[in-house]
């Protein structure tokens, strides 16, 4: 194991190196917190039936910023390694494959982690200057960033698998872009298209996140998305750790 977590802060090291990940920081941090000022701004001219935690965790600018970062982050993992040739000593070392692929995933979870903290902050000054409760209850809270973690552990799965296909990061980004928006928005059918029975209502709202984050976000823990996510984000690492040894055997 001392193995693994020695790629895993060579992982965690190389975002603190990389420009890409500063200015994804930033990028994130000022739709966030632009989202949430008009979020603010915008509850305060009518009386609103829903807290400011909710709002925020389902605004269109939140899911825009949200379904982005994950190119971003995941691109470069697999892809920047086989370009740049630095993966040939890295698979002749000692140590397995399957850390290999579990330090890079858990590396881009440990940044994804690092940039969902400060958000917090917006909630603790909300609260500290309108001296009013930000959310219901410390369940909606609770619910809204368990939701975060489970949907950044599937979608950074499936840039990892992204950027293990190709050594072109654009590519890499491309392809983890275009899958997570077509599973994001897989839920959103059921509101655009009339024509479909009850039954294929429920399944597709199975899978929509936004209809998940808004139970969540009002603290109602629900364990099918859990249940949903996580095995969803095995079976992607288990794609991405088969793509690796296949690549590793064509060097």
């Given at each position: 194991m001392s193995k693994f977590f020695t790629l895993l802060s060579r992982e965690i090291r190389s975002y603190f190196y990389s420009p890409i990940a500063y200015i994804v920081l930033v990028f994130f941090l000022l739709v966030s917190g632009a989202d949430f000022y008009f979020q603010v701004s915008y509850m305060n001219q009518r009386p609103?039936?829903?807290?400011?935690?909710?709002?925020?965790?389902?605004?269109?600018?939140?899911?825009?910023?949200?379904?982005?970062?994950?190119?971003?982050?995941?691109?470069?993992?697999?892809?920047?390694?086989?370009?740049?040739?630095?993966?040939?000593?890295?698979?002749?070392?000692?140590?397995?494959?399957?850390?290999?692929?579990?330090?890079?995933?858990?590396?881009?979870?440990?940044?994804?982690?690092?940039?969902?903290?400060?958000?917090?902050?917006?909630?603790?000054?909300?609260q500290t200057i309108t001296h009013q409760p930000a959310a219901g209850s410390t369940g909606a809270?609770?619910?809204?960033?368990?939701?975060?973690?489970?949907?950044?552990?599937?979608?950074?799965?499936?840039?990892?698998?992204?950027?293990?296909?190709?050594?072109?990061q654009i590519v890499a980004a491309v392809i983890s872009f275009a899958v997570i928006t077509l599973l994001f928005f897989?839920?959103?059918?059921?509101?655009?298209?009339?024509?479909?029975?009850?039954?294929?209502?429920?399944?597709?709202?199975?899978f929509?996140?936004?209809?998940?984050?808004?139970?969540?976000?009002?603290?109602?823990?629900d364990t099918r998305p859990i249940v949903l996510y996580l095995s969803m984000t095995v079976v992607t690492l288990t794609f991405t750790y088969q793509a690796f040894q296949?690549?590793?055997w064509r060097l």
């Open positions: 609103i039936p829903y807290s400011v935690e909710e709002a925020f965790f389902n605004s269109v600018f939140f899911w825009f910023a949200f379904v982005l970062i994950f190119p971003l982050i995941t691109m470069r993992l697999f892809s920047e390694e086989f370009k740049l040739g630095t993966i040939e000593p890295l698979m002749t070392a000692p140590v397995r494959d399957w850390q290999v692929v579990l330090s890079k995933y858990f590396g881009a979870l440990v940044f994804y982690i690092i940039l969902w903290i400060p958000t917090i902050l917006y909630f603790v000054i909300f809270y609770l619910g809204g960033y368990l939701m975060l973690l489970l949907l950044g552990m599937f979608y950074l799965s499936i840039g990892c698998f992204a950027s293990v296909l190709t050594k072109n897989l839920g959103l059918v059921s509101f655009i298209l009339l024509d479909v029975t009850s039954e294929t209502r429920q399944l597709l709202g199975y929509s996140a936004i209809e998940q984050m808004g139970t969540l976000s009002r603290g109602v823990i296949v690549r590793k």
